[in-house]
């Protein structure tokens, strides 16, 4: 199974800020996905990004949310202005060799 | 658009008992994944069906695509206090390949010795 790593793993913001989520590292990999999981409820895709470029992206990754891979390695989902609902599990995933995904161990935000 | 449910919900077996979780969806699927995520984890891959009427074995765990290729089941046997968690079934939205997943709402399993 792909190693995907994720920083930091718990985030705390006030509503209005700013936050960074990072995917660290990767390397060897095309297809990367930010999915979003509020607690207890079911796994909600946000975006996909395929060759440094958005491929889809949901209802949610609306103008607050934007996805970089800055230096060719790490994968960083921006939030630019938390709201209280965004407070959820958010996780980074890198799609397989045969479609299957693999999950990274999450960041939870924590907007106050 | 797309949607996939799951039933039940919520599943309280004793340990050696077997469990079966129920995944369906809107439209037909290209494959049918599944995943499993502890308490406090994140979703694991287990594993991709693909084939019409497939059938895939994990020691305890069976895995079954249907014929239509619009549901799956997970049968486990002889559950184990390993075994708790939630169970995601999840089907790609799109002809597959990379297309985003879409997930069930879980089957979450409590085990008890």
């Known amino acids: 199974e792909p190693e995907v790593t994720q920083t930091p793993s718990h985030q705390v913001t006030q509503m209005g800020q700013e936050v960074i989520l990072r995917c660290v590292p990767i390397?060897?990999?095309?297809?990367f996905y930010w999915y979003r999981q509020i607690l207890g409820q079911k796994v909600e895709f946000l975006v996909s990004f395929y060759n440094n470029e958005i491929s889809e992206k949901s209802e949610i990754f609306d103008d607050q949310f934007s996805v970089e891979r800055p230096d060719g390695s790490n994968f960083t989902l921006k939030i630019r202005s938390t709201k209280l609902e965004d407070s959820a599990m958010y996780f980074c995933?890198?799609?397989?060799?045969?479609?299957?995904?693999?999950f990274g161990p999450g960041t939870r935000l924590t907007v106050t | 658009g797309q949607q996939v449910m799951q039933i039940p919900q919520y599943q309280h077996v004793q340990e050696g008992e077997d469990f079966t979780t129920y995944c369906n969806s809107s439209t037909t699927l290209s494959n049918i994944q599944w995943y499993k995520q502890r308490p406090g984890g994140h979703p694991v891959f287990l594993i991709q069906?693909?084939?019409?009427?497939e059938v895939k074995k994990q020691k305890r765990l069976t895995f079954q695509f249907g014929e239509a290729k619009k549901n799956s089941s997970l049968h486990i046997t002889a559950t184990q206090t390993t075994d708790v968690g939630t169970y995601f079934c999840a089907g790609p939205d799109g002809p597959g390949g990379y297309n985003k997943l879409i997930f069930g709402a879980g089957t979450r399993l409590a085990v008890h010795p």
């Open positions: 069906l693909v084939k019409s009427g």
């Open positions: 390397s060897n990999h095309l297809y």
């Open positions: 995933v890198i799609g397989g060799v045969a479609y299957e995904q693999y």
